[in-house]
């Protein structure tokens, strides 16, 4: 299958400072990514969609102002935290999209202190 | 929005045993229906995916069921191994289309005793 890779794995920031996360595509373009929040043994849930050259489209209750998706590239969508806050601590993954099945990153593990 | 209701929460099952998960999808315009398997601290991996024009796919030790009429979907794991062991997520969604986002079900923990 597609590979996604996610950078950094793990982050732990002070409150106040704004983390930003990497999604590449590995072997294929994407067009549309996608990025999720999971919360400790629960489900995935969707934040926003990123699409390249365009503005992301955000899900019901998720704050655009906080949480900064740009999708610069057909290979790179990134995620930036904005003055992150303590509860802004998760698992945070994206997808890919390819041939029309999604493929996830590894994820990424935010503390914030 | 539309949900997917995935059941057991939990499961437990025996070294060689079968291992079912179902779920129940509401929009029947949706046409592509995957089951991820996600390890602790990792993100899901699609693990197998069906649409609509079959009843049953398998691959290997895994095999997905599709009951259109019903509205529902399982997955089964035959012989059953501790390395199974993880939470697994169905999802259903539109297959074709620019943004079709996927709808998970709420996750099933597996636990394979040896």
């Known amino acids: 299958g597609a590979v996604v890779s996610q950078h950094p794995s793990r982050v732990i920031c002070k409150s106040g400072t704004s983390v930003k996360i990497e999604c590449r595509s590995l072997d294929f373009q994407a067009t549309t990514m996608f990025w999720y929040r999971q919360f400790p043994k629960k489900s995935l849930m969707l934040m926003a969609t990123s699409n390249e050259g365009s503005k992301a489209t955000y899900e019901q209750g998720v704050e655009k102002d906080k949480f900064l998706i740009n999708h610069a590239s057909l290979t790179l969508s990134t995620l930036t935290v904005t003055s992150a806050h303590p509860e802004d601590s998760s698992f945070y993954i994206c997808?890919?999209?390819?041939?029309?099945?999604?493929?996830f990153g590894p994820g990424t593990r935010l503390t914030v202190l | 929005q539309q949900q997917v209701k995935q059941s057991p929460q939990s499961l437990i099952v025996q070294k060689g045993g079968i291992s079912i998960i179902n779920c129940a999808y509401e929009n029947t315009a949706f046409d592509y229906f995957p089951w991820y398997q996600q390890f602790p601290g990792k993100g899901p991996a699609l693990l197998i995916a069906i649409r609509p024009d079959v009843s049953e796919k398998k691959e290997g030790r895994f095999t997905i069921s599709f009951n259109k009429s019903a509205k529902q979907f399982s997955l089964h794991i035959m012989d059953s191994q501790p390395g199974d062991s993880a939470t697994y997520f169905c999802?259903?969604?539109?297959?074709?289309?620019?943004?079709?986002?996927?709808?998970f079900g709420a996750g099933t923990r597996l636990a394979v005793h040896p």
């Open positions: 997808s890919a999209r390819d041939r029309n099945e999604q493929f």
């Open positions: 999802a259903t969604g539109p297959f074709s289309g620019g943004y079709n986002k996927l709808i």
